[in-house]
């Protein structure tokens, strides 16, 4: 038996399977902007990079300011690369997640992702042996972002993304 669409379903941007098509305007930092505000262009979904240019992109973002976008980056690598790299792309985009409600001002749940994320990477890490994956220091990544945590949850405000980004390579 098929679904049946409404009216709302339309107005609340679905594809013809109910899918959310997330055509609204963003912000920087991944926020909808009401329709018909210009907002920050998007990441087209689905692209399939090699995994250095997945990391280079990203980290373009970072330096941006833009984390949200950053993750999107990181979820076409966890989608599309190899299943045994599928943990780091995750931990790496929980990363890109926390900072983004970091400089949301969502004092719990930016530290709660931002470790998550460390603890994503360092176990990537150890099950297999490769701490610098393309270039990237894992132990740095996980210890940075664990003081970011730790600073956000002390000082109880939002950070700017951009100035506290982590450096990936």
Do not use: C, I
């Not at 907002?39 to 980290?59: H, T, Y």
């Not at 998550?116 to 490769?130: I, K, L, N, Q, S």
């Amino acid at each position: 038996m098929g679904a049946t669409r409404s009216s709302e379903d339309d107005a609340r941007d679905r594809d013809e399977e109910g899918r959310a098509r997330s055509a609204r305007p963003r912000d920087g930092l991944g926020r909808p902007l009401p329709y018909g505000t210009a907002g920050v262009e998007r990441q087209p979904e689905g692209v399939v990079r090699r995994p250095q240019d997945s990391v280079a992109e990203a980290q373009a973002l970072l330096d941006a300011g833009k984390p949200f976008h950053a993750h999107e980056v990181f979820e076409d690598a966890w989608k599309s690369g190899p299943r045994e790299e599928r943990g780091l792309w995750r931990g790496l985009a929980q990363l890109a997640v926390g900072l983004t409600h970091a400089a949301r001002g969502n004092l719990t749940g930016g530290p709660r992702l931002l470790g998550r994320g460390a603890a994503a990477v360092e176990e990537w890490a150890h099950a297999t042996g490769r701490w610098r994956p393309y270039g990237m220091d894992l132990a740095a990544l996980a210890g940075w972002a664990r003081r970011l945590a730790a600073e956000v949850e002390a000082s109880g405000a939002a950070v700017d993304a951009g100035a506290v980004a982590p450096k990936l390579l």
